[in-house]
C-alpha cells in the first residue's frame, strides 16, 4: 500500500495551494486520513483529520482556513489551503489507517505514510 501525495509549492502569504493524496495497493478498506506537516527544526504536526464517515478535526491554527476532504471512490484526501501564512511552510504529510486482506478471513490494519509535499509560503 502506497500513498503518493501532490500539490506543494510555493505561494505568497495570502495565496492558495490544494494537496492531494492518493492511496494505491491491495485496499479491503480506509479508516481515519489527515494530513501531517513538519517544518525545519519542529515536530511533526497534525494538521487536520477525517474519518472515514467524513467528520473532520483541525489544528487550532489552520481552523477556518484549511478544509480536508476525501473521496472514497478514488481512495483519494485532500487539504485546501487557503489565506496560507508564512508559519505554514513546512513539508506536509498524508498519513491512513488502511485494512489491507492478508488471507480471505483474515486482515491487518496498518498506518501509511506518505512521502511528503514541501509548501513554501514568502511573506
Known amino acids: 500500500v502506497q500513498l503518493q501525495a501532490s500539490g506543494g509549492g510555493w505561494v505568497q502569504a495570502g495565496g492558495s495551494l490544494r494537496l492531494s493524496c492518493a492511496a494505491s495497493?491491495?485496499?479491503?478498506?480506509?479508516?481515519?486520513m489527515g494530513w501531517y506537516r513538519q517544518a525545519p527544526g519542529k515536530q511533526r504536526e497534525l494538521v487536520a483529520g477525517?474519518?472515514?464517515?467524513?467528520?473532520?478535526n483541525y489544528a487550532d491554527s489552520v481552523k477556518g482556513r484549511f478544509t480536508i476532504s476525501r473521496d472514497n471512490a478514488k481512495n483519494t484526501v485532500y487539504l485546501q489551503m487557503n489565506n496560507l501564512k508564512f508559519e505554514d511552510t513546512a513539508v506536509y504529510y498524508c498519513?491512513?489507517?488502511?485494512?489491507?486482506?492478508?488471507?480471505?478471513?483474515?486482515?491487518?490494519?496498518?498506518?501509511?505514510w506518505g512521502q511528503g509535499t514541501e509548501v513554501t509560503v514568502s511573506s
Open positions: 495497493g491491495s485496499i479491503f478498506s480506509i479508516n481515519a
Open positions: 477525517i474519518t472515514s464517515g467524513g467528520s473532520t
Open positions: 498519513n491512513a489507517g488502511v485494512a489491507v486482506m492478508v488471507t480471505p478471513t483474515i486482515y491487518s490494519d496498518l498506518e501509511v
